[in-house]
């Protein structure tokens, strides 16, 4: 996933206005205290307020948000296909306090990249609610004929403890397998080569297991249309499965190292024989826990829409489960990134993060419009003389495809924290 292109923020003029003169002093006539107290009521509250004031602060300062708790998006009647632009301004960066309450029972893997920093926070601050997280860190290559696991580097140790402190979230990060597919695929030695280099990998960092990503490079350099071939992709998937369950992880002596394998999301209402299926998750159901499933990018620059239809959604998961006995072996893509396409002038366009829509919020105030078909909200806006279509996900885009991951008993993959808004994490 490439990452979201950042838009430069025009910054403000200064608004702030300039001072006004001083009033000039008033004077006042001194009158001669008298000696009721009766006329002075002054003097019975002033003792009182010396005592109460401070004790009020105190309360007050102590605990602030004791005195207007913000609720969930769902107590505030946020998710609603009728929303209006105003409303995501004001509302978009509240989160409900209450940051350990789930609506989303199911284990929910977020994704976190490098070039979306914001991700590794929201990671720390909503652990409770995801229980595996995946830097995408690493790449697999090929270097003669051994292997290199490049990405070292970009590896935060005191971030990870602090994940694994809290005791919620599992790190599991992402590891890209760019060996050549059919020299890699066709040599068990090499396999045993790169399932070490993964497993020491994971034992010296204090890692949780890995996601692996690589059935889609295979489909692109053509080796999953023979069956041989095929049949020897899934054996080291299996097999890669198998050592690292058989390896007790650092953080919890009482689980082993997971595997979670991605898969491309079937583009057409047939299987090819390049697509992952259903005798595919099969094959691999008892070495790895779990199939992080790319429901997103329907659409592109060069065929503008939606960035993730739900009956998509629902068409790939009939192909790959048949029934839902299988369903809490996936985990369900949500994208938090949406997509800016041109629709005049040409085709151009590509993904925005919550900052660059919000932006666009601001700037544009466009009529958000919910489009029944994908279930999926949308604005158009002009720049420069060019007609824009802006998909981006909602509270209730969302909460649609969360409600369709429940009735297959699925987890749920986030296509990355660093690019949502704060309040899509009330939704978990």
Same mark, same amino acid.
């Given at each position: 996933?490439?990452?979201?292109?950042?838009?430069?923020?025009?910054?403000?003029?200064?608004?702030?206005?300039?001072?006004?003169?001083?009033?000039?002093?008033?004077?006042?006539?001194?009158?001669?205290?008298?000696?009721?107290?009766?006329?002075?009521?002054?003097?019975?509250?002033?003792?009182?307020?010396?005592?109460?004031?401070?004790?009020?602060?105190?309360?007050?300062?102590?605990?602030?948000?004791?005195?207007?708790?913000?609720?969930?998006?769902?107590?505030?009647?946020?998710?609603?296909?009728?929303?209006?632009?105003?409303?995501?301004?004001?509302?978009?960066?509240?989160?409900?306090?209450?940051?350990?309450?789930?609506?989303?029972?199911?284990?929910?893997?977020?994704?976190?990249?490098?070039?979306?920093?914001?991700?590794?926070?929201?990671?720390? /601050?909503? !652990?409770?609610?995801? #229980?595996?997280? +995946?830097?995408?860190?690493? $790449? &697999?290559?090929?270097?003669?004929?051994?292997?290199?696991?490049?990405?070292?580097?970009?590896?935060?140790?005191?971030?990870?403890?602090?994940?694994?402190?809290?005791?919620?979230?599992?790190?599991?990060?992402?590891?890209?397998?760019?060996?050549?597919?059919?020299?890699?695929?066709?040599?068990?030695?090499?396999?045993?080569?790169?399932?070490?280099?993964?497993?020491?990998?994971?034992?010296?960092?204090?890692?949780?297991?890995?996601?692996?990503?690589?059935?889609?490079?295979?489909?692109?350099?053509?080796?999953?249309?023979?069956?041989?071939?095929?049949?020897?992709?899934?054996?080291?998937?299996?097999?890669?499965?198998?050592? /690292?369950? !058989?390896?007790?992880? #650092?953080?919890? +002596?009482?689980?082993?190292? $997971? &595997?979670?394998?991605?898969?491309?999301?079937?583009?057409?209402?047939?299987?090819?024989?390049?697509?992952?299926?259903?005798?595919?998750?099969?094959?691999?159901?008892?070495?790895?826990?779990?199939?992080?499933?790319?429901?997103?990018?329907?659409?592109?620059?060069?065929?503008?829409?939606?960035?993730?239809?739900?009956?998509?959604?629902?068409?790939?998961?009939?192909?790959?489960?048949?029934?839902?006995?299988?369903?809490?072996?996936?985990?369900?893509?949500?994208?938090?990134?949406?997509?800016?396409?041109?629709?005049?002038?040409?085709?151009?366009?590509?993904?925005?993060?919550?900052?660059?829509?919000?932006?666009?919020?601001?700037?544009?105030?466009?009529?958000?419009?919910?489009?029944?078909?994908?279930?999926?909200?949308?604005?158009?806006?002009?720049?420069?003389?060019?007609?824009?279509?802006?998909?981006?996900?909602?509270?209730?885009?969302?909460?649609?495809?969360?409600?369709?991951?429940?009735?297959?008993?699925?987890?749920?993959?986030?296509?990355?924290?660093?690019?949502?808004?704060?309040?899509?994490?009330?939704?978990?």
């Amino acid at each position: 996933m490439a990452a979201a292109k950042r838009r430069d923020r025009r910054a403000l003029p200064d608004s702030s206005a300039g001072g006004r003169p001083g009033n000039p002093a008033r004077t006042h006539r001194t009158r001669p205290m008298t000696s009721s107290i009766y006329r002075s009521p002054f003097v019975f509250f002033f003792p009182f307020a010396l005592v109460f004031v401070p004790l009020a602060l105190y309360f007050i300062l102590r605990n602030p948000r004791s005195v207007s708790p913000i609720l969930s998006v769902y107590e505030r009647g946020l998710v609603k296909p009728n929303v209006a632009f105003h409303e995501i301004l004001a509302e978009h960066s509240r989160v409900s306090e209450n940051r350990t309450r789930k609506h989303f029972e199911n284990p929910v893997l977020a994704y976190v990249t490098p070039w979306n920093s914001r991700g590794y926070e929201m990671a720390k /601050l909503f !652990s409770s609610k995801l #229980t595996h997280v +995946s830097p995408v860190w690493y $790449e &697999l290559k090929s270097k003669g004929k051994d292997f290199v696991l490049e990405g070292r580097h970009n590896a935060d140790a005191g971030w990870i403890s602090d994940l694994q402190k809290n005791g919620h979230s599992l790190v599991l990060p992402r590891v890209v397998l760019e060996a050549f597919p059919a020299e890699f695929i066709t040599k068990k030695k090499q396999w045993r080569k790169a399932i070490d280099i993964i497993v020491k990998e994971c034992e010296e960092m204090g890692y949780d297991g890995i996601v692996l990503e690589s059935w889609s490079r295979w489909a692109a350099y053509g080796v999953l249309q023979d069956p041989d071939m095929r049949l020897m992709a899934l054996k080291f998937i299996k097999h890669l499965g198998e050592a /690292l369950h !058989s390896v007790t992880s #650092t953080t919890n +002596s009482s689980h082993h190292l $997971e &595997l979670i394998y991605v898969i491309p999301a079937p583009r057409s209402q047939n299987l090819g024989e390049y697509d992952f299926g259903p005798q595919d998750i099969q094959e691999l159901k008892n070495a790895v826990d779990g199939f992080s499933i790319m429901t997103y990018d329907f659409s592109s620059p060069q065929n503008p829409g939606p960035n993730a239809p739900l009956k998509w959604i629902q068409s790939s998961l009939q192909l790959l489960l048949n029934d839902a006995k299988d369903g809490h072996m996936i985990f369900l893509g949500i994208n938090f990134y949406g997509n800016d396409y041109i629709l005049s002038g040409g085709s151009g366009g590509g993904a925005i993060t919550g900052r660059d829509y919000i932006f666009l919020l601001e700037k544009h105030k466009p009529s958000i419009k919910w489009e029944e078909k994908s279930e999926e909200h949308y604005f158009i806006y002009t720049s420069n003389n060019q007609k824009h279509a802006v998909f981006y996900p909602s509270l209730m885009s969302i909460s649609t495809r969360l409600n369709e991951a429940k009735k297959w008993g699925a987890a749920l993959s986030i296509w990355e924290i660093g690019q949502g808004l704060d309040y899509f994490f009330d939704l978990l």
